[in-house]
């Protein structure tokens, strides 16, 4: 449920995020808001709930590791290849994320890839190919493939972090991990963001800008982190990934309620592949738990 959540609200930020960028917030500028601002929130939380967690020392490397990949690096790599290639191109690249968690977890934890498994991630990305490329075109522009290099750099970036930190989720709590891949994180993002920071002009923000700016702050950067990395302490990390085909379908069935779209059969079977392979990747760790 945490991990489903954690996409519900990615699948919701897409008709959020398009309201900021770029026409009042520069994508980097709006990167240090949502690290810095996600920081506060997780060490704020932290003191609510009495967290004081002690995380030895030894570890504090592997926490300094994860931020470069899961917070600057993807996000970084993922805003500057968007701004050179096209959503669509974006779109499809990303779902080579669960594929790239399945084999960086065979070769740094030794997770096992399932026929079951493997089948269930190629269901999940058939479906989520289908729904995004349905009556649009991948883009094969020179000037975009730099672009489309950077997007796959964001998620192998992403597959990376997904993978490395696991093994700190059998040590700690979840929030005593994601306050400090942030804390390290927004370190890496200081000097790309904090100069287009200082630049915004927050006086042309209106009412809806800034409701738009604070789900993206609170929902996509703060809550959807802490919702993936507690399922990553219950979830192996192929699994988690997996449920990133389920993103295209939460913004599909979005913009059907609020009628930017038509249903059509293409939808329905997308939607088919999507969660068999979903229940595919999972069902495995189902079984393993009730033995």
Not at 27 to 34: D, M, S
Not at 76 to 104: E, H, W
Not at 210 to 231: E, H, K, Q, R
């Amino acid at each position: 449920m945490a991990i489903f959540g954690a996409n519900l609200i990615y699948g919701i930020n897409y008709s959020v995020a398009k309201e900021l960028m770029p026409d009042f917030i520069s994508p980097f500028a709006f990167i240090f808001c949502r690290v810095i601002g996600a920081l506060a929130l997780f060490f704020l939380f932290g003191m609510i709930l009495k967290n004081k967690e002690k995380v030895a020392k030894k570890d504090f490397i592997r926490l300094a590791i994860c931020g470069l990949f899961g917070v600057a690096a993807n996000q970084l790599m993922f805003f500057y290849g968007l701004n050179l290639t096209s959503p669509i191109n974006a779109a499809i690249i990303m779902t080579s994320n669960p594929i790239l968690v399945m084999i960086f977890a065979a070769l740094i934890i030794r997770e096992r890839i399932t026929v079951t498994k493997l089948g269930g991630v190629f269901l999940g990305l058939a479906g989520a190919a289908a729904l995004i490329l349905h009556g649009k075109s991948l883009s094969v522009e020179n000037e975009g493939l730099i672009g489309d290099l950077f997007i796959f750099l964001n998620a192998t970036s992403y597959a990376l972090y997904l993978v490395l930190v696991k093994p700190l989720m059998n040590k700690y709590q979840p929030l005593t991990v994601i306050k400090w891949v942030f804390f390290f994180g927004a370190f890496y993002v200081f000097p790309f963001g904090f100069n287009e920071f200082t630049q915004v002009n927050w006086d042309a923000f209106t009412t809806n800008v800034w409701y738009a700016f604070a789900f993206v702050i609170v929902g996509t950067t703060f809550l959807a982190y802490l919702f993936n990395i507690y399922g990553l302490k219950r979830l192996n990390p192929t699994t988690v990934s997996s449920y990133i085909y389920s993103q295209p379908l939460i913004a599909t069935t979005i913009a059907l309620i609020f009628q930017d779209g038509e249903l059509n059969a293409v939808k329905v079977i997308a939607a088919i592949l999507i969660f068999s392979g979903v229940y595919l990747v999972s069902i495995r760790k189902k079984k393993v738990a009730s033995a």
